[in-house]
């Protein structure tokens, strides 16, 4: 009987059906048991958030209706009343206390929620109130508990991974129930009629995995799925001219930004043009800044990209909290490059390898060997070594000796998981510190005492304004003054839904469906 | 005959044990797996976790042994991106692949041995020279450029064939497959054809050389001479002997269409083991690489047996040794 529909339907599909093609599959079905990008995505279809995230991080109120810090330490969180689970039993403090406790515990978890959750104190003070005390001011709160899936107390129970793949436990409040996963095949999920919120616009909504680029736009095209995301760059103008097919596409929270060895007197990948060893130039902040120079921003966003993306001037586009509004990308300026060199004692300049990786940013190698073709411009003679990422970002964490970097000038980006500039700061820009997890994923090492304490003082200050303007101030030091990193570009993700459908741009490049609605 | 499987199960063990320790220290030299499953956003405390779960603090020597430990009971590891049994995630995909794999290689079959014959028979017909010129094109294009192709040609251009994925199953005799619905049918051609394509070109070519070899044997002129109906000297006589070395192209064939499917699994978005493998190892997920390439040397030494076998049926000349 079911086979019988399901042919009907894979003819002509019903008008308020939806079939999605994603480039990548979820992992679990388990919204705690792998912390990442895909599974946070798709979770967000059958579980709620406190905190909810919208299309440009920011914030509103899920199944929180509202909060706010009571105390230096203590945040207070009003739950919503009336609020049933898929079951249709009512949602109380007791499913969030129940959550914050097997986040933190799910079994093989490759990536696990403790990142969010550690050192908070949750306690409950009536059924739908709930506060959580830190050990010091802690101002990101909502950006944390806007990560963390809330889950069933009931349904959850004793339950694994596999009763949430199976979806004995998939219990949720969102705007989607789960109805089946066939690992590599498709998901489905059905419209959850007693919502809370506004109510989901597709009766069924089947998504299937279609890794290879080509072959998703052409199932869009066949018609075999009606929304993709992940449309390759090179393909975005051929599909502008399809009547059939609509387009939308915005920037990304994510930069592509360049790392520079600033920790070795000796760098292992530059030497003088002759092949001698010489004192490591990107020590030089006029070196730095003569790159950053000589970089044809506008060229690598026209040509490299097909115009799929927006040249950057520092961390996070405008929009997000904590960016400087007075800084802009620098100019495409070779003279100006070519003296500074001469300044810092270059004036032949010297030889480098850029790294980077080949399957992990958009063109990612590409933009690699138009930035060695720029630098050799103004006498850098760079050449261009790229990998796979499975290889590229060991050796780029940690390949050297002592577990140290192994490369000079390295390719990378960053997406703002939390929506703001704290994030990049935090990870990329303060002196790195294993104890304390600051600059975990700073590879040039870049260290400015300056930098680090606008960036510890940021992430004790709970009022957002003042945050945002240490936060503004921090990046204007430590990019537009020490270039610690240079920024490239923002990546521009693109969606593609046939024609009748328009899809709101996600920053956090998620594709959930609650944001494709008919025009 | 016993005798005979019972020596090839003892060498397939050994091939087996050293495909292990290649396998296992090779895909440790590559990368690091944390990287590919951690959140960049996570501190080292969450990181060194996630090492001590995996199990990758100990030395590759120690983590093979548990390897090996945990194989005799059946168990080939845990994928470090699914958290479930590697073996299991790969026995779940395996009868989308397998049946793949059969379609595609009954395609090679029943077109291929005709249209070979028939270029052997009349080798210098035109026909006859369009059908050795197709095979030199399958033989040499890309797999992934004519999926591609032939997406673009007969789902988006005409709308005959969906482009993507598996189709509805049904269950005969114990057996689920997509093969047994229209809707399956529809989706399983356009991969199984383009997984038979290269496959489809050796057969034409090996039915062509041996149906040129044999029709010049002295039986064939006898049978003809005998005064038997051509259909016959073909179906009899030329036939059976020029199966041979097509049965054994198609055994050892048979492995390699499903061991590398994972192109046609990729284009085609068909949820088999191809694609699992080609996404572990991009993302570095060992235990199911492992796993996986243990499974297949296992089909390749089964497949040589039935080979083997099938020889000694089809050949009275050919006995196997133990066999009185």
Same mark, same amino acid.
């Given at each position: 009987?079911?086979?019988?529909?399901?042919?009907?339907?894979?003819?002509?599909?019903?008008?308020?059906?939806?079939?999605?093609?994603?480039?990548?599959?979820?992992?679990?079905?388990?919204?705690?048991?792998?912390?990442?990008?895909?599974?946070?995505?798709?979770?967000? @279809?059958?579980?709620?958030?406190?905190?909810?995230?919208?299309?440009?991080?920011?914030?509103?109120?899920?199944?929180?209706?509202?909060?706010?810090?009571?105390?230096?330490?203590?945040?207070?969180?009003?739950?919503?009343?009336?609020?049933?689970?898929?079951?249709?039993?009512?949602?109380?403090?007791?499913?969030?206390?129940?959550?914050?406790?097997?986040?933190?515990?799910?079994?093989?978890?490759?990536?696990?929620?403790?990142?969010?959750?550690?050192?908070?104190?949750?306690? =409950?003070?009536?059924?739908?109130?709930?506060?959580?005390?830190?050990?010091?001011?802690?101002?990101?709160?909502?950006?944390?508990?806007?990560?963390?899936?809330?889950?069933?107390?009931?349904?959850?129970?004793?339950?694994?991974?596999?009763?949430?793949?199976?979806?004995?436990?998939?219990?949720?409040?969102?705007?989607?129930?789960?109805?089946?996963?066939?690992?590599?095949?498709?998901?489905?999920?059905?419209?959850?009629?007693?919502? @809370?919120?506004?109510?989901?616009?597709?009766?069924?909504?089947?998504?299937?995995?279609?890794?290879?680029?080509?072959?998703?736009?052409?199932?869009?095209?066949?018609?075999?799925?009606?929304?993709?995301?992940?449309?390759?760059?090179?393909?975005?103008?051929?599909?502008?001219?399809?009547?059939?097919?609509?387009?939308?596409?915005?920037?990304?929270?994510?930069?592509?930004?360049?790392?520079?060895?600033?920790?070795?007197?000796?760098?292992?990948?530059?030497?003088?043009?002759?092949?001698?060893?010489?004192?490591?130039?990107?020590?030089?902040?006029?070196?730095?800044?003569?790159?950053?120079?000589?970089? +044809?921003?506008?060229?690598?966003?026209?040509?490299?990209?097909?115009?799929?993306?927006?040249?950057?001037?520092?961390?996070?586009?405008?929009?997000?909290?904590?960016?400087?509004?007075?800084?802009?990308?620098?100019?495409?300026?070779?003279?100006?490059?070519?003296?500074?060199?001469?300044?810092?004692?270059?004036?032949?300049?010297?030889?480098?390898?850029?790294?980077?990786?080949?399957?992990?940013?958009?063109?990612?190698? =590409?933009?690699?060997?138009?930035?060695?073709?720029?630098?050799?411009?103004?006498?850098?003679?760079?050449?261009?070594?790229?990998?796979?990422?499975?290889?590229?970002?060991?050796?780029?964490?940690?390949?050297?000796?002592?577990?140290?970097?192994?490369?000079?000038?390295?390719?990378?980006?960053?997406?703002?998981?939390?929506?703001?500039?704290?994030?990049?700061?935090?990870?990329?820009?303060?002196?790195?510190?294993?104890?304390?997890?600051?600059?975990?994923?700073?590879?040039?090492? @870049?260290?400015?005492?300056?930098?680090?304490?606008?960036?510890?003082?940021?992430?004790?200050?709970?009022?957002?304004?003042?945050?945002?303007?240490?936060?503004?101030?921090?990046?204007?030091?430590?990019?537009?003054? +020490?270039?610690?990193?240079?920024?490239?570009?923002?990546?521009?993700?693109?969606?593609?839904?046939?024609?009748?459908?328009?899809?709101?741009?996600?920053?956090?490049?998620?594709?959930?469906?609650?944001?494709?609605?008919?025009? | 005959?016993?005798?005979?499987?019972?020596?090839?199960?003892?060498?397939?063990?050994?091939?087996?044990?050293?495909?292990?320790?290649?396998?296992?220290?090779?895909?440790?030299?590559?990368?690091?797996?944390?990287?590919?499953?951690?959140?960049?956003?996570?501190?080292?405390?969450?990181?060194?976790?996630?090492?001590?779960?995996?199990?990758?603090?100990?030395?590759?020597?120690?983590?093979?042994?548990?390897?090996?430990?945990?194989?005799?009971?059946?168990?080939?590891?845990?994928?470090?991106?699914?958290?479930?049994?590697?073996?299991?995630?790969?026995?779940?995909?395996?009868?989308?692949?397998?049946?793949?794999?059969?379609?595609?290689?009954?395609?090679?079959?029943?077109?291929?041995?005709?249209?070979?014959?028939?270029?052997?028979?009349?080798?210098?017909?035109?026909?006859?020279?369009?059908?050795?010129?197709?095979?030199?094109?399958?033989?040499?294009?890309?797999?992934?450029?004519?999926?591609?192709?032939?997406?673009?040609?007969?789902?988006?251009?005409?709308?005959?064939?969906?482009?993507?994925?598996?189709?509805?199953?049904?269950?005969?005799?114990?057996?689920?497959?997509?093969?047994?619905?229209?809707?399956?049918?529809? @989706?399983?051609?356009?991969?199984?054809? +383009?997984?038979?394509?290269?496959?489809?070109?050796?057969?034409?070519?090996?039915?062509?050389?041996?149906?040129?070899?044999?029709?010049?044997?002295?039986?064939?002129?006898?049978?003809?001479?005998?005064?038997?109906?051509?259909?016959?000297?073909?179906?009899?006589?030329?036939?059976?002997?020029?199966?041979?070395?097509?049965?054994?192209?198609?055994?050892?064939?048979?492995?390699?269409?499903?061991?590398?499917?994972?192109?046609?699994?990729?284009?085609?978005?068909?949820?088999?083991?191809?694609?699992?493998?080609?996404?572990?190892?991009? +993302?570095?997920?060992?235990?199911?690489?492992?796993?996986?390439?243990?499974?297949?040397?296992?089909?390749?030494?089964?497949?040589?047996?039935?080979?083997?076998?099938?020889?000694?049926?089809?050949?009275?000349?050919?006995?196997?040794?133990?066999?009185?």
């Amino acid at each position: 009987m079911t086979s019988f529909a399901a042919i009907g339907l894979s003819i002509s599909a019903n008008a308020a059906d939806l079939r999605v093609g994603l480039k990548s599959e979820p992992s679990s079905i388990d919204p705690h048991y792998h912390n990442l990008g895909p599974n946070n995505g798709f979770a967000t @279809h059958i579980f709620g958030t406190l905190v909810g995230s919208d299309e440009n991080q920011q914030h509103y109120p899920d199944l929180a209706v509202s909060w706010k810090p009571i105390n230096d330490t203590t945040w207070e969180f009003k739950l919503r009343k009336g609020v049933k689970w898929h079951d249709g039993s009512a949602f109380s403090a007791d499913d969030v206390m129940f959550t914050v406790e097997r986040a933190q515990n799910v079994p093989n978890s490759p990536s696990s929620f403790v990142t969010y959750l550690k050192g908070k104190t949750f306690k =409950k003070i009536d059924s739908h109130t709930i506060h959580v005390v830190t050990a010091k001011p802690y101002p990101l709160m909502p950006n944390d508990l806007s990560t963390v899936k809330i889950i069933s107390a009931k349904a959850g129970n004793g339950a694994s991974t596999e009763d949430y793949n199976s979806g004995k436990a998939t219990v949720g409040t969102g705007p989607y129930k789960f109805i089946e996963w066939v690992p590599g095949d498709r998901i489905v999920l059905e419209r959850n009629a007693s919502y @809370h919120g506004a109510k989901a616009a597709f009766d069924k909504v089947t998504f299937k995995p279609i890794k290879a680029g080509p072959a998703r736009i052409s199932a869009l095209l066949a018609g075999d799925v009606d929304f993709i995301d992940n449309v390759p760059p090179l393909d975005v103008a051929r599909l502008k001219t399809e009547k059939n097919v609509q387009l939308s596409s915005g920037p990304s929270n994510r930069v592509i930004y360049l790392h520079m060895d600033q920790f070795r007197e000796n760098s292992p990948h530059i030497t003088a043009k002759d092949g001698s060893p010489i004192k490591n130039p990107l020590m030089d902040v006029r070196v730095r800044k003569a790159i950053s120079l000589s970089i +044809n921003r506008d060229a690598i966003v026209s040509r490299v990209m097909e115009g799929i993306a927006v040249k950057a001037g520092q961390l996070l586009p405008a929009g997000f909290h904590g960016v400087s509004s007075k800084m802009k990308p620098d100019p495409y300026d070779t003279k100006m490059a070519k003296k500074l060199m001469a300044d810092a004692g270059y004036p032949d300049g010297f030889k480098m390898t850029i790294h980077g990786p080949n399957d992990r940013y958009i063109n990612d190698a =590409k933009i690699a060997e138009a930035l060695a073709q720029m630098l050799n411009r103004v006498g850098i003679e760079a050449s261009v070594e790229t990998m796979p990422k499975a290889v590229y970002f060991k050796r780029a964490s940690r390949g050297g000796p002592n577990k140290s970097p192994e490369f000079s000038f390295m390719l990378l980006g960053w997406g703002a998981g939390s929506g703001e500039a704290s994030s990049p700061l935090k990870a990329l820009l303060h002196t790195y510190d294993k104890s304390k997890g600051l600059g975990a994923a700073n590879r040039g090492r @870049h260290s400015d005492a300056e930098v680090d304490k606008l960036v510890k003082q940021a992430l004790a200050t709970v009022d957002a304004d003042a945050r945002g303007a240490l936060l503004a101030k921090a990046t204007e030091k430590a990019v537009g003054e +020490n270039y610690g990193v240079i920024p490239m570009h923002y990546q521009v993700n693109t969606w593609a839904a046939k024609a009748g459908y328009k899809y709101l741009p996600r920053t956090d490049e998620r594709t959930i469906v609650t944001g494709l609605s008919k025009n | 005959m016993t005798a005979f499987i019972l020596r090839r199960s003892l060498q397939s063990i050994v091939v087996l044990f050293i495909m292990s320790l290649i396998v296992f220290v090779g895909v440790n030299l590559v990368g690091d797996p944390v990287d590919m499953l951690i959140n960049p956003e996570a501190d080292q405390a969450e990181i060194d976790r996630v090492i001590r779960d995996l199990g990758l603090d100990r030395p590759v020597s120690e983590q093979y042994w548990y390897f090996v430990l945990n194989a005799f009971q059946g168990d080939l590891g845990r994928s470090f991106i699914f958290g479930e049994p590697a073996l299991k995630l790969i026995v779940q995909r395996m009868p989308a692949t397998m049946e793949l794999a059969l379609v595609s290689l009954l395609m090679a079959v029943v077109f291929g041995i005709p249209l070979g014959i028939y270029a052997g028979l009349k080798p210098n017909s035109k026909f006859s020279k369009t059908i050795m010129a197709g095979s030199i094109l399958g033989f040499s294009m890309p797999t992934f450029w004519v999926g591609i192709i032939l997406i673009m040609f007969f789902s988006v251009h005409l709308g005959w064939l969906p482009s993507t994925g598996r189709g509805d199953v049904a269950t005969y005799f114990g057996v689920t497959s997509s093969a047994f619905t229209l809707d399956g049918l529809s @989706h399983i051609f356009l991969p199984a054809f +383009n997984l038979a394509l290269f496959k489809l070109s050796s057969v034409i070519r090996l039915a062509r050389a041996g149906t040129r070899e044999v029709i010049l044997q002295d039986y064939i002129k006898f049978a003809r001479a005998k005064g038997l109906a051509e259909s016959r000297v073909v179906r009899i006589h030329l036939l059976k002997n020029i199966m041979i070395p097509v049965i054994t192209i198609i055994g050892l064939e048979f492995g390699s269409l499903i061991a590398f499917s994972t192109v046609t699994e990729t284009v085609f978005a068909w949820p088999g083991m191809g694609k699992l493998i080609i996404d572990s190892i991009y +993302n570095l997920d060992r235990p199911v690489v492992v796993a996986y390439l243990m499974i297949i040397v296992v089909i390749f030494v089964m497949l040589n047996l039935i080979v083997d076998i099938l020889y000694s049926v089809l050949d009275p000349r050919v006995r196997i040794k133990g066999v009185s």
